[in-house]
């Protein structure tokens, strides 16, 4: 069975620091283009970051360039979430997701309905 774990969800104060993790298991993970998402109470989901095949590419929102890094360990099917400078707005359900890498050239999406398997999320609050 295809599973994604999320943790590393916590309170934090205004400027602080969290690192989410997930951690994939029942499919080829270095096949696969891994993204986060969030939902904020009463909003739809939103694109966060996201990294290609093998690493070499990641991508982030404008919301959160800079502040936050993306990135993965094939060797052990996982994905983090390095999240610094954490703001009120950061307040969400973060999602890890896959999506599998089809072509050699394919263009990384941000949509949601385009990656099949979804971890559960990990609760983050920033507040004082």
């Known amino acids: 069975d295809v599973q994604l774990q999320a943790s590393g969800g916590g309170l934090v104060q205004p400027g602080s620091s969290l690192r989410l993790s997930c951690t994939a298991s029942?499919?080829?993970?270095?096949?696969?283009?891994m993204s986060w998402f969030r939902q904020a109470p009463g909003k739809g989901p939103e694109w966060v970051s996201g990294?290609?095949?093998?690493?070499?590419?990641?991508h982030y929102a404008d919301s959160v360039k800079g502040r936050f890094t993306i990135s993965r360990d094939d060797r052990k099917n996982t994905v983090s979430l390095q999240m610094n400078s954490l703001k009120p707005e950061d307040t969400a359900a973060y999602y890890c997701?896959?999506?599998?890498?089809?072509?050699?050239?394919?263009?990384?999406?941000?949509?949601?309905?385009?990656?099949?398997?979804w971890g559960q999320g990990t609760l983050v609050t920033v507040s004082s």
């Open positions: 990294i290609s095949t093998g690493g070499r590419q990641t």
């Open positions: 029942g499919f080829i993970f270095g096949s696969y283009e």
């Open positions: 997701a896959a999506r599998p890498r089809r072509a050699v050239f394919q263009v990384f999406s941000r949509l949601k309905d385009d990656y099949p398997y």
